[in-house]
């Protein structure tokens, strides 16, 4: 059960935003992915980001602090540290967890969760909204073949796992708590033995997702799955599930790769933005390094001067009128909202017949 919409979108709870795009305006993210270090502790076989080379860039954290401080004024809702490398890298993330939560900001992390114990994980967790797990095998030698890890990678992220639960149910904590699972070839048969160790642990949920080929990854991962093959999987490991626990079986993404688009313009990008560990504010995460969706830097601009700018009206007036949907990603990260939207310019006939 999905009651996290993590297979769906929640635009449909940001009503008066809705309504000011509606009416042509030129509204202010609801969301933003943060990048706060470029470099990375683990080589993923599927790494969709492995062609910026992990540079250690690191994002300066006053000038951090003032672009979380004006997002939040200028109406944005939430936040996720993730990005081109391990977020838990930064050597202040700690404290702009806490920054960012203090000034109004929903703040989440994804993490490989190497980093994630000590003090470190005391000092983060009260001010998390969720925090989610990148964990692809269910036992230790195919975690270091997927992850490119240490041999003792696998039992030390398990175990920081555990503590992270503890720690939330010691505290009374309203942290969500979650692992992420990326389908593949060399793990699938490994889904059923992550989905029981969670369990036992106390985590709130474990995604099943598909693998999507991005456009300017180096990596080409020879065998892909048939996904529809796979469905009977969803079974097996609702099994696992009870009131506590959830299995996110992203059913509706695995149907849909493939599949032709059946909008012909991303309509989501208004709601949205993505912040390099460079600085660099861009308006898709699967372009990253590529100028044409590029609308500024925060060490030049504020957020508000990026944002209304004129590098920011070329690009959208771009994606209105001279791009190809077809040159995006399979699956991509808007493209829910971008099904939603769609449908909102483009009604059916009679609509009033409610």
Same mark, same amino acid.
């Given at each position: 059960m999905d009651e996290f919409r993590v *297979?769906?979108?929640?635009?449909?709870?940001?009503? #008066? @935003?809705?309504? +000011? !795009?509606?009416? &042509?305006?030129d509204i202010y993210p609801i969301y933003i992915e943060i990048s706060p270090f470029g /470099? =990375?502790? +683990? @080589?993923?076989?599927? =790494?969709?980001? *492995?062609?910026?080379?992990?540079?250690?860039? =690191?994002?300066? $954290?006053? $000038?951090?602090? %003032?672009f979380l401080k004006d997002i939040?004024?200028? &109406?944005?809702?939430?936040?996720?540290?993730? &990005?081109? /490398?391990?977020?838990?890298?930064?050597? *202040?993330?700690?404290?702009?967890?806490?920054?960012?939560n203090r000034n109004g900001l929903g703040v989440a992390i994804t993490t490989n969760g190497i980093l994630l114990s000590g003090e470190l994980l005391k000092e983060i967790l009260p001010s998390l909204s969720w925090l989610r797990i990148s964990l692809n095998a269910g036992e230790e030698k195919t975690y270091s073949f997927i992850h490119g890890a240490g041999s003792n990678d696998f039992h030390k992220v398990m175990e920081n796992i555990k503590q992270a639960v503890k720690l939330k149910k010691e505290n009374g904590y309203s942290t969500t708590i979650g692992v992420q699972f990326l389908l593949l070839n060399e793990n699938y048969k490994e889904a059923s033995i992550l989905a029981e160790k969670l369990k036992a642990i106390g985590v709130n949920y474990l995604i099943i997702k598909p693998y999507s080929q991005h456009p300017q990854s180096l990596n080409r991962l020879k065998s892909q799955l048939n996904y529809e093959k796979l469905l009977s999987l969803k079974e097996q490991l609702r099994g696992y599930e009870d009131k506590d626990f959830r299995i996110i079986f992203r059913k509706k993404t695995m149907l849909k790769i493939r599949e032709q688009k059946p909008y012909k313009? =991303?309509? &989501?990008?208004?709601? !949205?933005?993505?912040? $390099?560990?460079? /600085?660099?504010?861009?308006?898709?995460?699967v372009f990253l390094g590529d100028e044409r969706f590029c609308? /500024?830097?925060?060490?030049?601009e504020c957020f508000q001067e990026i944002w209304k700018g004129a590098r920011r009206k070329k690009i959208m007036?771009?994606?209105?009128?001279?791009? %190809?949907? #077809?040159?995006?990603?399979?699956?991509? @990260?808007? *493209? #829910?909202?971008? @099904?939603?939207? !769609?449908?909102?310019?483009?009604?059916? +006939?009679?609509?009033?017949?409610?």
């Open positions: *297979d769906s979108h929640k635009l449909i709870y940001h009503i #008066e @935003r809705l309504y +000011q !795009w509606n009416k &042509g305006e /470099g =990375c502790n +683990q @080589r993923c076989i599927f =790494c969709a980001l *492995d062609y910026l080379e992990y540079k250690p860039n =690191c994002l300066d $954290t006053p $000038t951090l602090e %003032n939040s004024r200028k &109406g944005v809702k939430s936040i996720m540290f993730a &990005g081109e /490398g391990e977020p838990l890298l930064h050597k *202040d993330i700690s404290h702009l967890v806490m920054y960012a313009k =991303c309509l &989501g990008l208004p709601f !949205w933005s993505y912040l $390099t560990s460079m /600085g660099d504010l861009y308006a898709c995460s609308y /500024g830097n925060i060490y030049q007036e771009m994606m209105e009128n001279n791009w %190809n949907i #077809e040159n995006c990603r399979e699956i991509c @990260r808007l *493209d #829910e909202i971008n @099904r939603y939207l !769609w449908e909102l310019e483009n009604p059916p +006939q009679h609509v009033n017949f409610i």
